[in-house]
């Protein structure tokens, strides 16, 4: 069993920061890409960004120059520093992870439960 915790989400005024975390637990053989999504309402789930297990990054344009993905592989952990937030950004924050359980195991991607982001004034 693997679980995906994320933490860090909140409410915060425009041009305000936050900095989400996803940690994973459980039986972990190697993790791949970690990729953060979000949600807004009445919207479709989409890519906010995501970083290979070598370091490679790629943000949506909506989020670049703003937002900063990395990860700590020691502690199977991924961070998004949101800086710059606008309305735009409110949305509810999924970590994904794609993963082997095992060595023998296929590739699968696991997902957080979500985390709130709300910018407003």
């Known amino acids: 069993q693997v679980q995906l915790v994320e933490s860090g989400g909140g409410w915060v005024q425009p041009g305000g920061s936050l900095r989400l975390s996803c940690a994973a637990s459980?039986?972990?053989?190697?993790?791949?890409?970690m990729t953060w999504y979000r949600q807004a309402p009445g919207k479709q789930r989409e890519l906010v960004a995501t970083?290979?297990?070598?370091?490679?990054?790629n943000y949506a344009d909506s989020v670049k120059g703003r937002f900063t993905i990395s990860r700590d592989n020691n502690k199977n952990t991924m961070y998004l520093q949101m800086n710059n937030l606008k309305p735009e950004d409110t949305a509810v924050y999924y970590c994904?992870?794609?993963?082997?359980?095992?060595?023998?195991?296929?590739?699968?991607?696991?997902w957080g439960q979500g985390t709130q982001v709300t910018v407003s004034s």
């Open positions: 994904n992870f794609y993963m082997r359980t095992s060595g023998s195991a296929p590739l699968g991607g696991y």
């Open positions: 459980g039986s972990i053989f190697s993790i791949y890409y």
């Open positions: 970083i290979s297990s070598g370091g490679s990054t």
